[in-house]
């Protein structure tokens, strides 16, 4: 069932795919890779901040081929 410990979703910026859990109030960098883009990407866990380490430049969010042009 829902635990009481805040835990939230961290995802690749660049795919979405999820890459960890973090507790609430967790700080400090830590280096993640996205196994499904294969991203490295450095973490600050304080602040949300995402820098890529290894991997493609982003990919616009939205740059997703849909069938709308
Ligand atoms: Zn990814």
Known sequence: MISDAVVL???CP???HRLMDKKAGA???I???C???KHVWEVDLGTDEFKLICGKPIPRRQGV???ED
């Open 31 to 33: 280096q993640v890779k």
């Open 65 to 67: 081929r849909k069938s």
């Open 14 to 16: 660049a795919c979405g």
């Open 35 to 37: 196994h499904k883009s």
């Open 9 to 11: 979703r961290v995802e």
């Open 27 to 29: 700080i400090g960098k």
